[in-house]
């Protein structure tokens, strides 16, 4: 019985393992015509490194290259209230539901990044390029 045990429990470890590891895989190809980066950002992630960040030219292409692809209409995570449609001052409407103005780091989206209650796993860890822009854009009161 003690062996059985064992091997039951490797198998769980193996396809927990296994499953963290494929949460991001899992998200199939982008859609054409999706950037996976910021757009035309420059220095550090955004349009200039002196520049305030915006939305639109800093957020919304991590946005729609990280999460579009299960978080749009027909995705896996349709179901969600984070659905995004390409349309940036649309997606902007959305995303400022799950932004924290008066505690940026506190914002649900950069919890959803990180993995922290996201199905999907981690998407951009804390201390990455991109979850430091969408911060520093947070921080800097989400400019359109």
């Known amino acids: 019985m003690t062996s059985e045990r064992a091997v039951l429990r490797i198998a769980f470890c193996a396809l927990a393992a296994l499953a963290a590891a494929c949460a991001d895989v899992s998200r199939g190809p982008a859609p054409a015509g999706v950037d996976g980066g910021a ?7 955004f349009s200039s490194p002196d520049a305030a960040a915006s ?4 957020v919304h292409g991590i946005l729609t290259g990280s999460c579009m692809r299960c978080h749009s209409e027909g995705g896996e995570a349709s179901d969600t209230t984070f659905l995004l449609t390409g349309d940036a ?3 902007l409407e959305t995303t400022t539901r799950f932004i924290n103005l008066d505690a940026p780091a506190a914002s649900r989206l950069l919890a959803k990044m990180s993995g922290n209650g996201h199905g999907g796993g981690t998407v951009h860890a804390a201390g990455t390029p991109e979850y430091e822009t969408v911060l520093r ?3 800097e009161g989400a400019r359109p």
């Open 89 to 91: 001052a649309a997606d």
């Open 39 to 45: 757009g035309e950002a420059g220095e550090g992630g």
């Open 137 to 139: 854009w947070i921080q």
């Open 55 to 58: 939305f639109a030219t800093d």
